[in-house]
């Protein structure tokens, strides 16, 4: 009569065996729906700094130094004040537009800079702007929600279009915030529950002259 008993006691061992393991295995596979979850929310707030970026720089390439004759002299590019506003102006609208999953006031910085052949920024030769939200330069009536920071290295009224034309860059300094609830995973092994750092840029060449 201690057979089945024995069977039954190896039955619990096996089950209890298994709980243990589904247990351990359990978190891992959460971690990776989360992580997996969490990447398909953060790609749509890239997809909306990538077309911001795109849009600021597309108007930069287009209005160059905002017409005239190039460069900083009296007489020369009577325009040149607007130009960067509106670039600015461009990419929030992207940024703000109904549907966007972008929280603005997590964008550290709008960069406008002189591209070299890399795309990258050339030293000295970038403006940046910064979160002020109603206290920006006036666009169509409005007050933009960004601001000029610091002293602009990059005036639209020595950017050229003649050949070769120079680029101009526009990016985007963004802060993502962790939707889900591995933002708190992440804390407890010392990381940055608060946020994931987003860049974004592009490069336009500028309309060459006629």
Known sequence: GA????????????????LVEFSMVLPVILMLLLGML?????????????????EGARTGAALVNGGGAVGCG??????????????IAAAERVLTSPGAQVDASRISEIRIYLANAAGEETPGRVNVWTWAPGAGPIVDGEPLDFAPS????????SRSYSHPAQSIGVAVRYRYALQTPIGAVFGLFGGDGGGLPIADRTVMGMNPAK
């Open 3 to 18: 057979g089945p008993v024995i069977r039954g006691n190896r039955r619990r061992r096996e089950r209890g065996q298994g």
């Open 74 to 87: 009296t007489g020369q590019s009577p325009d040149a004040a607007v130009v960067d506003p509106l670039i």
């Open 38 to 54: 969490e990447l398909g929310l953060a790609f749509d707030h890239v997809i909306t700094l990538s077309y911001a970026t795109r």
């Open 150 to 157: 610091g002293t602009p290295g990059y005036l639209a009224c």
